[in-house]
């Protein structure tokens, strides 16, 4: 599927928030708010989300534009890899989230496997920054990069959170149903590789 338009509403949406923070004439204000129309309808029309979602959530920020950065545990038990299913598509992903104001990476890291998995872990290295248009997930209205974190468990036991039904370690050639949203096979098979080589150098974009 073609997701140009997709590009070009997020860059529009983009320019019109920058342009209404700096913005001082009323004239230019005018323009930029009427560019961050646009955006909304370009996603109106083609997605099934209405207007008013859609400028709830994703034209509704103020300041400069800068991309959302979701953060991922990596854990490794015995050579497998710990996933969560998420109850809001059934599939599996990494545990982690979007960053948290007041929060490293790291942090939210710790946070993030606590809370939907129910291990305590240790923040170890930093093996990934990956922008997401390059990694074959769907599109989605936002421009974001994933931190992947490797951890290690000192700690709790495998149980479930508000979003997340079930707990398991798996193996490379045994993967579940993945949340393309979150995390894809090619993803997990690079966090597969720093297990094999933990002196692999971190991976960006």
Known sequence: MDTK???WAKQIQAISQTGLTYAKDVYDIERYEELRRISIDILSNYTSVNKEKISLTFASDSGYATPKVDIRGVVFRENKVLLVREKIDGAWALPGGWSDIGLSPSEVAVKEIKEESGFDVVPMRLLA???????????????VYKMFIRCDIVGGHAETGVETSAVDFFAIDA???????????EQIKIMFEFLEQPDKEVIMD
Do not use: A, C, I, Q
Not at 175 to 185: A, D, F, G, I, K
């Open 129 to 143: 920054v990956l922008d997401k248009k390059f990694h074959g997930h769907p599109p989605e209205p936002y421009h």
């Open 175 to 185: 993967l579940p149903e993945l949340s393309l949203e979150r995390n894809t096979l």
């Open 5 to 7: 338009w997709l590009e």
